[in-house]
T-cell receptor
Framework: GAGVSQSPSNKVTEKGKDVELRCDPI?????LYWYRQSLGQGLEFLIY????????KSGLPSDRFSAERTGGSVSTLTIQRTQQEDSAVYLC?????????????FGPGTRLTVL | GENVEQHPSTLSVQEGDSAVIKCTYS??????FPWYKQELGKRPQLIID?????GEKKDQRIAVTLNKTAKHFSLHITETQPEDSAVYFC?????????????FGTGTRLQVTL
Protein backbone atom coordinates (compact mmCIF):
# COMPACT_ATOMS: atom_id res chain seq x y z
CA GLY A 1 0.00 0.00 0.00
CA ALA A 2 0.93 3.66 -0.09
CA GLY A 3 3.46 4.88 2.40
CA VAL A 4 3.68 8.20 4.21
CA SER A 5 3.68 11.12 1.81
CA GLN A 6 4.74 14.70 2.37
CA SER A 7 4.41 17.91 0.38
CA PRO A 8 6.06 19.94 -0.85
CA SER A 9 9.31 18.00 -1.27
CA ASN A 10 11.25 21.26 -1.29
CA LYS A 11 10.35 24.70 -0.03
CA VAL A 12 12.43 27.83 -0.33
CA THR A 13 11.18 30.86 1.55
CA GLU A 14 12.35 34.23 2.71
CA LYS A 15 13.06 35.01 6.32
CA GLY A 16 9.93 36.23 8.06
CA LYS A 17 7.47 34.37 5.86
CA ASP A 18 5.11 31.66 7.10
CA VAL A 19 5.24 28.13 5.69
CA GLU A 20 2.95 25.12 5.83
CA LEU A 21 4.17 21.56 5.46
CA ARG A 22 1.78 18.70 4.84
CA CYS A 23 1.86 15.04 5.85
CA ASP A 24 -0.40 12.20 4.72
CA PRO A 25 0.09 9.20 7.02
CA ILE A 26 -0.39 5.56 6.13
CA UNK A 27 -4.10 4.76 6.03
CA UNK A 28 -5.26 3.35 9.33
CA UNK A 29 -2.31 4.64 11.34
CA UNK A 30 -3.57 6.57 14.31
CA UNK A 31 -0.26 8.01 15.48
CA LEU A 32 1.51 10.76 13.54
CA TYR A 33 4.86 12.32 14.38
CA TRP A 34 6.91 15.28 13.18
CA TYR A 35 10.71 15.32 13.40
CA ARG A 36 13.32 17.74 12.15
CA GLN A 37 16.69 16.76 10.69
CA SER A 38 19.29 19.45 10.35
CA LEU A 39 22.29 18.96 8.06
CA GLY A 40 24.46 16.18 9.43
CA GLN A 41 22.39 15.88 12.58
CA GLY A 42 20.08 13.33 14.08
CA LEU A 43 16.33 13.49 14.11
CA GLU A 44 14.85 15.93 16.58
CA PHE A 45 11.33 15.21 17.86
CA LEU A 46 8.85 18.05 17.43
CA ILE A 47 5.29 16.85 18.10
CA TYR A 48 3.08 13.79 17.87
CA UNK A 49 -0.63 13.04 17.68
CA UNK A 50 -2.30 9.86 18.92
CA UNK A 51 -5.94 9.43 18.01
CA UNK A 52 -8.13 11.94 19.79
CA UNK A 53 -5.69 12.52 22.64
CA UNK A 54 -4.08 15.90 23.20
CA UNK A 55 -0.88 16.12 21.13
CA UNK A 56 2.53 15.92 22.77
CA LYS A 57 4.05 19.28 21.83
CA SER A 58 7.08 18.95 24.06
CA GLY A 59 9.57 19.10 21.19
CA LEU A 60 8.39 22.29 19.49
CA PRO A 61 11.35 24.70 19.65
CA SER A 62 9.32 27.91 19.88
CA ASP A 63 5.80 29.28 19.70
CA ARG A 64 6.40 30.00 16.01
CA PHE A 65 5.86 26.29 15.42
CA SER A 66 2.43 24.69 15.50
CA ALA A 67 0.75 21.64 14.05
CA GLU A 68 -2.71 20.30 13.61
CA ARG A 69 -4.21 17.06 12.49
CA THR A 70 -7.63 17.22 10.91
CA GLY A 71 -9.99 14.28 10.91
CA GLY A 72 -7.40 12.03 12.47
CA SER A 73 -5.49 11.79 9.20
CA VAL A 74 -3.66 14.59 7.39
CA SER A 75 -1.40 16.85 9.42
CA THR A 76 -0.03 20.31 8.74
CA LEU A 77 3.06 21.75 10.41
CA THR A 78 3.11 25.54 10.34
CA ILE A 79 6.17 27.68 10.95
CA GLN A 80 5.46 31.36 11.37
CA ARG A 81 7.97 34.15 10.76
CA THR A 82 10.61 31.70 9.55
CA GLN A 83 14.22 32.15 10.59
CA GLN A 84 17.36 30.87 8.91
CA GLU A 85 17.89 28.38 11.72
CA ASP A 86 14.59 26.74 10.74
CA SER A 87 16.28 25.42 7.59
CA ALA A 88 16.20 21.62 7.82
CA VAL A 89 14.46 18.54 6.50
CA TYR A 90 11.12 18.07 8.20
CA LEU A 91 10.14 14.42 8.43
CA CYS A 92 6.74 13.03 9.21
CA UNK A 93 6.15 9.49 10.44
CA UNK A 94 3.13 7.40 11.33
CA UNK A 95 2.57 4.22 13.30
CA UNK A 96 -0.22 1.83 14.14
CA UNK A 97 -1.88 2.39 17.49
CA UNK A 98 -0.94 -0.87 19.10
CA UNK A 99 1.44 -3.71 18.55
CA UNK A 100 4.54 -5.32 19.81
CA UNK A 101 6.73 -2.61 18.43
CA UNK A 102 6.60 1.11 17.90
CA UNK A 103 7.64 1.00 14.27
CA UNK A 104 7.41 4.44 12.83
CA UNK A 105 7.22 4.70 9.05
CA PHE A 106 8.79 7.85 7.71
CA GLY A 107 7.84 10.01 4.79
CA PRO A 108 10.36 11.38 2.28
CA GLY A 109 10.58 14.70 4.09
CA THR A 110 10.24 18.35 3.13
CA ARG A 111 13.50 20.22 2.69
CA LEU A 112 12.96 23.75 3.96
CA THR A 113 15.42 26.48 3.07
CA VAL A 114 15.02 29.89 4.64
CA LEU A 115 16.97 32.60 2.84
CA GLY B 1 14.09 14.14 29.33
CA GLU B 2 15.81 11.32 27.53
CA ASN B 3 19.25 11.86 26.03
CA VAL B 4 20.83 9.39 23.60
CA GLU B 5 24.50 9.49 22.71
CA GLN B 6 25.88 7.56 19.74
CA HIS B 7 29.44 6.61 18.78
CA PRO B 8 31.30 6.68 16.52
CA SER B 9 30.05 9.44 14.25
CA THR B 10 31.80 7.86 11.27
CA LEU B 11 32.96 4.31 10.70
CA SER B 12 34.84 2.85 7.76
CA VAL B 13 35.21 -0.91 7.39
CA GLN B 14 36.32 -3.22 4.64
CA GLU B 15 33.78 -5.43 2.96
CA GLY B 16 33.35 -8.61 4.95
CA ASP B 17 34.46 -7.10 8.25
CA SER B 18 32.15 -6.42 11.19
CA ALA B 19 30.86 -3.03 12.29
CA VAL B 20 29.75 -2.05 15.77
CA ILE B 21 27.86 1.11 16.71
CA LYS B 22 27.24 1.98 20.34
CA CYS B 23 24.61 4.07 22.07
CA THR B 24 23.90 5.09 25.63
CA TYR B 25 20.67 6.46 27.04
CA SER B 26 19.89 8.39 30.18
CA UNK B 27 16.29 7.59 31.14
CA UNK B 28 16.03 4.25 32.94
CA UNK B 29 12.31 4.18 32.08
CA UNK B 30 13.10 3.74 28.38
CA UNK B 31 12.21 0.24 27.27
CA UNK B 32 12.19 0.21 23.48
CA PHE B 33 15.29 0.70 21.33
CA PRO B 34 15.00 0.74 17.54
CA TRP B 35 17.72 1.21 14.95
CA TYR B 36 17.03 3.07 11.73
CA LYS B 37 19.05 3.05 8.53
CA GLN B 38 19.04 6.08 6.27
CA GLU B 39 20.59 5.79 2.84
CA LEU B 40 21.71 8.95 1.09
CA GLY B 41 18.70 11.03 0.09
CA LYS B 42 16.25 8.46 1.41
CA ARG B 43 13.93 8.26 4.38
CA PRO B 44 14.95 6.45 7.60
CA GLN B 45 13.83 2.81 7.77
CA LEU B 46 13.63 0.52 10.76
CA ILE B 47 16.11 -2.35 10.53
CA ILE B 48 15.91 -3.93 13.97
CA ASP B 49 14.61 -3.15 17.42
CA UNK B 50 14.84 -4.54 20.92
CA UNK B 51 12.71 -4.28 24.02
CA UNK B 52 14.10 -4.12 27.51
CA UNK B 53 12.89 -7.61 28.45
CA UNK B 54 15.57 -9.20 26.25
CA GLY B 55 19.31 -8.76 26.12
CA GLU B 56 19.98 -9.64 22.49
CA LYS B 57 18.17 -9.96 19.20
CA LYS B 58 19.47 -11.15 15.88
CA ASP B 59 18.20 -10.90 12.32
CA GLN B 60 20.53 -12.47 9.76
CA ARG B 61 23.68 -10.30 9.66
CA ILE B 62 22.34 -7.73 12.11
CA ALA B 63 22.20 -8.05 15.88
CA VAL B 64 21.42 -5.69 18.72
CA THR B 65 22.50 -6.08 22.33
CA LEU B 66 21.14 -4.27 25.36
CA ASN B 67 22.65 -3.76 28.79
CA LYS B 68 19.92 -2.21 30.95
CA THR B 69 22.14 -1.83 33.97
CA ALA B 70 24.71 0.22 32.10
CA LYS B 71 22.10 1.80 29.83
CA HIS B 72 24.02 0.79 26.75
CA PHE B 73 22.84 -0.78 23.52
CA SER B 74 24.77 -1.66 20.40
CA LEU B 75 24.24 -2.58 16.76
CA HIS B 76 26.43 -5.28 15.27
CA ILE B 77 26.65 -5.86 11.53
CA THR B 78 28.63 -8.90 10.40
CA GLU B 79 30.00 -9.68 6.95
CA THR B 80 29.44 -6.11 5.83
CA GLN B 81 28.53 -5.41 2.21
CA PRO B 82 28.68 -2.20 0.17
CA GLU B 83 24.90 -1.85 0.42
CA ASP B 84 25.28 -1.52 4.19
CA SER B 85 26.82 1.92 3.59
CA ALA B 86 24.40 4.43 5.12
CA VAL B 87 23.78 6.51 8.21
CA TYR B 88 22.52 4.50 11.17
CA PHE B 89 20.52 6.04 14.00
CA CYS B 90 19.78 4.52 17.36
CA UNK B 91 16.76 5.66 19.34
CA UNK B 92 15.06 5.15 22.67
CA UNK B 93 11.51 5.49 23.84
CA UNK B 94 9.13 4.56 26.63
CA UNK B 95 6.84 2.12 24.91
CA UNK B 96 3.56 1.12 26.55
CA UNK B 97 1.74 -0.31 23.56
CA UNK B 98 0.69 3.02 22.14
CA UNK B 99 2.31 6.02 20.49
CA UNK B 100 5.51 7.38 21.95
CA UNK B 101 8.16 9.74 20.70
CA UNK B 102 11.60 8.50 19.74
CA UNK B 103 14.73 10.22 21.00
CA PHE B 104 17.44 9.67 18.41
CA GLY B 105 21.20 9.59 18.58
CA THR B 106 23.15 11.82 16.24
CA GLY B 107 23.88 9.05 13.77
CA THR B 108 26.83 7.01 12.52
CA ARG B 109 27.92 7.21 8.92
CA LEU B 110 29.07 3.72 7.92
CA GLN B 111 31.22 3.35 4.84
CA VAL B 112 31.92 -0.14 3.58
CA THR B 113 34.88 -0.16 1.25
CA LEU B 114 35.74 -2.82 -1.32
Amino acid sequence: GAGVSQSPSNKVTEKGKDVELRCDPISGHTALYWYRQSLGQGLEFLIYFQGNSAPDKSGLPSDRFSAERTGGSVSTLTIQRTQQEDSAVYLCASSARQGARNEQFFGPGTRLTVL
Amino acid sequence: GENVEQHPSTLSVQEGDSAVIKCTYSDSASNYFPWYKQELGKRPQLIIDIRSNVGEKKDQRIAVTLNKTAKHFSLHITETQPEDSAVYFCAASIWAGTASKLTFGTGTRLQVTL
